[in-house]
């Protein structure tokens, strides 16, 4: 016989050889057909319990104002020490949170179906019968009446009065509501 075909008789029994091996492992390897293998020593895994060296975030979102408000939980020293689980159930989903562990932080999300505070202390000027007043709210739909002003709506100048009819009167604070009835008062 040739070189050449001894070469490929032994390469061709040498790959069978390994092919059945393979197949005698795996065999023997098995339990019953079940091919998982099962640990040698069972090891429950450290729950993660929180420090004080631990960021906490909260978020809270207003669904009404369709904000995310973010800051430091201020509630801290009464889940030091707990697990996420023992949060978890303080913190429950029923009650609109879902604690999350990402990048060695906590994250306490909480949804609020509310208007955020900033959005329920806008000021805004309104006509109320015949007179300038005071509205505090979210938006012109969802307010209420604060205070009713001296300055009656018909001596204000058109332009005003039509600014006003169309909500651009609105103000983020108090103090910005009553610099622009001081510029107002003229009409008074």
Not at 61 to 82: A, M, P, T, V
Request: proline share 3%; hydrophobic share 40%; glycine share 6%.
């Amino acid at each position: 016989m040739s070189r050449k075909v001894i070469g490929f008789v032994l390469g061709l029994g040498l790959i069978a050889s390994l092919g059945l091996g393979f197949v005698i492992s795996d065999a023997l390897r098995t339990d019953g057909g079940n091919k998982q293998q099962k640990p040698a020593i069972q090891v429950k895994s450290a729950e993660l319990r929180l420090d004080a060296e631990t960021p906490i975030v909260l978020e809270k979102e207003y669904l009404r104002s369709h904000k995310i408000l973010i800051s430091d939980f201020e509630y801290k020293q009464d889940i030091i020490g707990s697990t996420l689980d023992e949060i978890r159930a303080k913190y429950t989903e029923s009650n609109g949170f879902v604690v999350t562990f990402k990048d060695s932080s906590l994250i306490i999300h909480q949804t609020i179906d509310d208007w955020s505070p900033e959005d329920k202390a806008k000021y805004r000027l309104k006509e109320f019968r015949g007179m300038v007043a005071i509205y505090i709210g979210p938006n012109s739909e969802n307010d209420s009446l604060q205070r009713v002003t001296a300055i009656r709506f018909s001596t204000l100048p058109l332009d005003i009065r039509e600014a006003i009819g169309q909500g651009k009167y609105e103000f983020n604070n108090e103090e910005a509501i009553n610099d622009a009835l001081e510029n107002l008062d003229e009409y008074f």
